[in-house]
C-alpha cells in the first residue's frame, strides 16, 4: 500500500513571525494541526482546517461541541460556515473542511489566540477569523465576504455547530436516556439556546446555557441535529443546504445543534461581515445582554484588538534575535505560547488527550509554573497555591485533582510529585525580589493549614520519613517515570532519581529557609544534601553512568549487567542539575548520553528498550519498543539534557540537542509524513530508532517539554535566569555564535542584553557593563521600575 505523498514543508506551511503566525497552505495536514483559543474561561481547541471543540471552564463537565478525535474521518466536527450560490445550489466552506466541494484558492493560519482563513472560490472570497475575545464568554466567527466578480451574488450563509452532552462521559455511557433531557429552543432575540439539563450533573448551579447568535438579521435556523444533517448524511453535505434550508427546528430531546441560516445578497465589488457568537452565560437574561453588548457596532473589533494586545504586552517581556532563525521563533513566540497553554490546560484535551479523566496533575503543573513565572507572577502564585492546597499534612499531595469538577482527586503517592513545588516558589521569589509571599498561609487538604514556607519543609519532611533500605527515597507509586510503578510494587524499591531531585530542591530549600526566617533549617538540609550525595556517587554510580533506581527485589535499575534498559536519561541529567556528580562522574554520564542515547532525533529516554525485562513474564513495560515511556525519545527529558549541559559548560552539545528537537527542524529531518505533529509546538515524544516509525512525534501541545524547554533556551542557552540577587548573566552558546541579542523585563526594568563571543568561547562571562560601565560579577543589579538599560555582555 504506497503512503499519500505530501508536496514539500514550505507548501505546507510558512511562518510569519512578524504577525506570529504560522500559516498553512494545505487542509490536509498528516495529523490536525491545533491552536488554543482562549480568554481564561471559554476556550477553543481549533485546527488548521476548522476542526475543533468549544468548552467552558472544563472540557469534562462543560464541552459544549462535539469533536471524535482519533475516529474517522478525522477532525470532526467543528464549527463551520457554508456558503452556498442561490442560484446554482453549489456550496462550500472557507475552512477547506468538511463541504465536498472545494474552495479554488485556500489559507489558513494560526495566530495568537485566533486562527483565521482565507478562501475564494467563484469570485466570491470569504475572510474568517475565529478567536475568543476577553469581553464575552463566545467564540466569536468573524466572516468578511467579498464578491469579487462581474455580477450580484446571492447567498445562503448557513453557521454550524454540532452540540454534544457537556459531560462528555456520561455522553459516551447514558446518551440514549439523558439525551431526552436537552433541549435547543429559539430565543425572541434571534438565538438559538441549548441546555443541559440533565440529572445529577456535577454542578447544576454551575451549568451555563449555551447561546447561538449573530449579529445579522436570520433568516431560518435548527436546532435539531437531524433536521440539519439527515440522515445518512455528515457535515459534508448537509440535508439542510441540499434542500430547501433550515426548517426552524427546536429540540426537546434528542441530538442537538445550532445552525443558523442567513441570505445575504453581494453586488459586484461589494464586502459584508456578518459576525456570530457562540458562548454561554447563566441566564437568558444574561444571554440577552451578552448579545446586546456582543452586536454593538466596534464590539469585534474592540475584542480582537485586545486580544492581539494582550498577547503582545506578554510576549513582549522576554524577546530575542540569535543568529538561528528558528530557534528565535520558537523562544519568541510559539514556546511560551504553548507553555502558557500547559499551564491553563494542564494535560487536560488536545487532540491526543481527549479530556476526560485529567485533571490538574501535581507533577505537571508546578513544572509548567516555572515557565509563566517571568510573565505572569500573580496567576504563578494562584496556582502554586492551588497545588499547596493538595498537601497532606504529612507532607505527601494528591497526584492529580479536579479543581472544576469538583471530583475526589486521585491520591497515589509518588515520590516526587511534593517536591517539585520547592522549584516554582524558588523562582518567584527571584523573579519578584519579594519573598514575604512565603509567609502567605494555605490549607492543607486534611485539615490546619501553614505557610508555604511550611508546607514545602513539610515535603521534605516526608521524603525523608519515606527512605529505603539503601537510603534513597522510596519510589512509592512511580517517581516522574510513570512506569517505574512496574518495578517497585512491593513498596521496598527506591528511586536514586528522586534522590537527585531531592538534592536540587535542597539546594533552594537553603534559600527559602533564610527568606522565611527560619536559617535554623539549613543544616538540616545540608546535611540531607550531602547524604544523598553520598549515596548517588557510590551505590548510584555504576561505572560509566548513574543508576536509575533500586528494584523491589534489591537489584539495580540502569545497570550495565543488564540486557535491557541498562541506561536512563534521567539520572544522567540530574545527577549534574542536583549538583550531586562528582564533576568526572558527571561529564562520564553526559557523555554516556551522548555515546548511547543520542539520536539525530533527540535522545532516547532509555537503552535497550525493554521487551522481556526484568521478567518476560511482567516487563517493566508493555509499551512497544521504541514507543512512549520505552526507548522513545521523551522531549520533556531532553530538556533536561540541554541544561545539563549547559550547566558542565558544554555549549556545542548543549545545541545541539536543543536544535535537533526544534519541532520544525525535526519534521525537516523525519520529513513531514513520518514526523506528522504541529512543526510549532513541542510533542511529548518522538518514536526512537528501535520502533518501525522513528521519528513520529505524539502527543504534542500539552507537555512538560514547553516549559523545560523555555527554561533550557533562555535561562541556560542564552543564560538570561532570575536570581535573589538580580538578574543572572551566565549564557552558554554553540561556539559558532558570534553572540546574540536579548530584552527581557525584569522587577519592571527592561535590560537590552547584547552579549558578544569574539572569543568564541561556548560560557564564561569576562566582563559586563551596563549603561558603558563596568559592574562587578554577572548578576544586573535591579534598577527602578520604568528604566531601560543596555547591557553588554563579552563572554
Ligand atoms: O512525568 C510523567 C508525566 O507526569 C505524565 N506524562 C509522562 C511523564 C513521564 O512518565
Redesign the pocket.
Known sequence: MKKPTHQPLEQTFRFHDDKKEVEFLRHDTPTPWMNYLSNGTFHTMMSQAGGGVVFYKSPQIWRITRYRFFHLPTDRSGPYIYLQDRDNGEYWCPTNEPAYARPASWKSAHGMGYTRFEAERDGLAAKTVYFVGPYENSLIWNLTLTNNSGSAKSLNVFAYAEFGMMEFMRELQWQCYNKHQVSVTYLDKEALVYKYGVENQPKPDETPLVYFASDAPLYAYDGDRDEFIGTYRSEANPEAIEGDGCTNSTLLGGDPCGALQFQVTLQPGETRTLNMFLGCAMTEEEIAAALDHSRQKDFVAKSFAALTANWADYLGKLECQLPDEEASRMINIWNPYQAERNFQFS?NISFYATGTFRGV?Y??TAQDILSVIPFDQERAKDKIKLLLGQQYQDGHVNHYFFPTEGWEPVTSIHSDDHLWTALPVWDLAAETGDASFLQETVPYYDGGEDTIYGHLKRAIDFTASKLGPNGFPLMLR?D????LFRVCRKGKGESIWTAMQLGTVLLKMQDLAVLAGHPEDVEGYRKMYAEQQELVNTLGWDGKWFRRAVMDDGRFLGSDIHDEAKIWLNSQTWATLSGMAEESKGIQAMDSVREMLDTELGIKKLHPSITTFPDPADPLTNYNKGTG?NGAV?C??NTWAIIAECMLGRGDQAYKYYRQLIPQVAMEKAGLNRYKAEPYVYA?NLFGPESDKFGLANVSWL??TAAWMYVAATQYIMGIKADLEGLRIDPCIPSEWEGFTAKRRFRGCEYHITVTNTSRSCKGVKEIRVDGRLIDGNVLPVYPAGTNVQVEVVL
Do not use: M, T, Y
Not at 480 to 483: H, R
Open positions: 494535560r496533575g507533577r505537571d512511580s516522574w517515570n510513570d512506569q515511556e521523551f520533556h527529558a511529548s507537555s512538560g
